[in-house]
């Protein structure tokens, strides 16, 4: 492993010249109802890449007017297309389309992500993998929605049907700016709703693009629509509109709470993927490699901007020092710089505001008296949004920096005693999205995997996400279960038949 180099910003011409054709290819204005349009008002806006801060491409920004003309195209496509009513098979056989579509385009897609996003290149592809596979396994579940018969009186028939509810709204961030689609549309799309995609203004390429193939793989008109544009206006619009019946959201805890709240006005279903401050708990009895690798990776995977990121990291006070030492030696090995060279292992943030919230956090950590084991500050190069990947010790779980999602490749290391010290520590958080444990003790594995108050716990792993397991918050980190069968019920709702006989 190398030392921290600055990147090799000056990118070579051919990958330059590429990259920004690869950009130049994806359509830049509005899908609705099948077709491209601009934004009713005009307006564009800029995206960004973070590595250059050179400008990628200019995108419509779409308004209030164009969520209203989006959803009356998913609600005509529910109301009166083919979508809800043709047989479970071919709404298989469209999701696997889309599957096979993203497989064939899998580089264009993981370059689109790199460049929009900043994360390296290998990383993107391992996106682009994560999300052909939601696709495919949400395509099983098409034909694999089933109802009850329920135990009735003799002279009754009592069955269930689950079926679709409507026009879903669903607004994702800009850290899976692909693998949040597959996550929101895959599941959507298999019970028969129809959808209006809302994506974050700093990563709308790969969700254009997306939105090219989907139309390529034959889901008809007005089924998914796409509006560019930013949160307060699009994003707001959609969570508020009367013909929306349900909302789905991934992002911050604080524009969570706000889309609760727009919901209330006609009670739209809500579901909810907030932030995180996950306790990743390492016992003096772990293998102390793995983990420390793995929770290197729980950290700084993705430069950290993850909401299960494991960025409260709580060490047995036997092995504080050392582990510190052998995680800060880990960061060293780090490659920060170009997201296109593939000896990169972490790239900038994905955007100016970003970049400057977690240098932001790294002085209140100073100032409050944490220590700068590596990193600490921003990266050497000249351009993008780079922030040196850090190991801060003698961090106290009062903290600000303990306490707010800093969204950054920022590992706090905070000391604990014993087991009930580790619970009592890791579930001092308004959040509870995730916590990793790593013991060689199979009933203290088990012990804390109860006792501890997280959506997800993982054991001598971290960061482990597969479509089969479901995932999302305690507390603030969220309301709702995605993935797996529970996705299936985010999407749908249970009709009661009763019949005389
Ligand atoms: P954000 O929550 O503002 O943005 C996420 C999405 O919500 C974007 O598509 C945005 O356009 C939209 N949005 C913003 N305001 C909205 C509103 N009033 N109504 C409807 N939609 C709205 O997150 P942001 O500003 O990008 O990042 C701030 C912090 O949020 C991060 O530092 C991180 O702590 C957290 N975050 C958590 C994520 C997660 O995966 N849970 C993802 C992104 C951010
Ligand atoms: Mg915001």
């Given at each position: 492993m190398g030392e921290l180099l600055p990147s090799e910003q000056a990118m070579p011409d051919e990958q330059r010249k590429r990259t920004s054709e690869l950009a130049r290819s994806v359509p830049k204005q509005l899908l609705i109802g099948g077709r491209w349009a601009a934004a009713k008002s005009g307006k564009t806006f800029e995206t960004v890449n973070p590595a250059t801060e050179e400008v990628l491409a200019t995108v419509a920004e779409g308004g209030a007017d164009d969520v209203t003309e989006a959803v009356r195209a998913a609600r005509e496509a529910f109301e009166n297309g083919p979508w809800p009513r043709m047989r479970p098979h071919q709404r298989t056989r469209c999701l696997l389309k889309i599957a096979e579509l993203l497989e064939a385009h899998a580089d264009e897609l993981a370059a689109l992500i790199t460049l929009d996003n900043g994360k390296p290149i290998a990383e993107a592809r391992g996106e682009v993998g994560r999300t052909i596979e939601v696709f495919i396994y949400y395509a099983g579940w098409a034909t694999k929605i089933y109802g009850e018969t329920n135990p009735s009186e003799p002279a009754l028939f009592n069955y269930t049907l689950r079926e679709p509810l409507g026009v879903c709204g669903q607004i994702i961030p800009w850290n899976g700016p692909l693998s949040m689609i597959a996550w929101k549309i895959g599941p959507a799309l298999a019970c028969g709703n129809t959808v209006v995609l809302k994506p974050a203004e700093q990563t709308p390429l790969p969700a254009l693009r997306f939105g090219q193939l989907a139309v390529e793989a034959g889901v008809p008109e007005g089924v998914v629509n796409i509006i560019t544009g930013f949160g307060p206006t699009a994003g707001a619009a959609l969570a508020r509109h009367p013909g929306v019946d349900k909302i789905a959201f991934t992002g911050s805890t604080e524009v969570g709470k706000e889309i609760l709240q727009a919901s209330a006005h006609d009670l739209k279903r809500v579901s909810l993927e907030l932030g995180g401050k996950s306790p990743n708990i390492i016992f003096a009895d772990a293998d102390l490699k793995s983990s420390v690798s793995g929770s290197a990776a729980g950290i700084f995977r993705n430069q950290g901007q993850v909401c299960s990121a494991g960025s409260r990291i709580f060490v047995q006070r036997e092995i504080y020092d050392e582990f510190a030492q052998r995680l800060a030696e880990t960061a060293k090995g780090i490659r920060l710089g170009d997201p296109f060279d593939p000896h990169t292992t972490m790239g900038p943030l994905v955007s100016a505001e970003q970049h400057e919230r977690v240098l932001g956090y790294l002085e209140a950590g100073k100032r409050e008296g944490a220590k700068v084991k590596i990193g600490g500050e921003r990266g050497p190069q000249p351009q993008g949004y780079f922030v040196k990947p850090t190991v801060l010790v003698d961090v106290g779980n009062a903290m600000r920096i303990a306490r707010?999602?800093?969204?950054?490749?920022v590992a706090s290391l905070i000391p604990f005693t014993d087991e009930a010290d580790a619970a009592l520590q890791g579930n001092d958080t308004i959040y509870g999205l995730a916590a990793g444990v790593w013991t060689r003790d199979l009933s203290r594995a088990h012990k804390l995997a109860r006792a501890l108050k997280a959506g997800t716990v993982w054991i001598n792993c971290y960061g482990m996400i597969d479509p089969i397991s479901p995932f999302g918050g305690y507390k603030q980190s969220g309301i709702g279960r995605e993935l797996g069968q529970h996705s299936i019920e985010l999407y749908t709702q249970v009709k009661s038949v009763l019949i005389r006989l």
């Open positions: 707010e999602e800093i969204f950054g490749p």
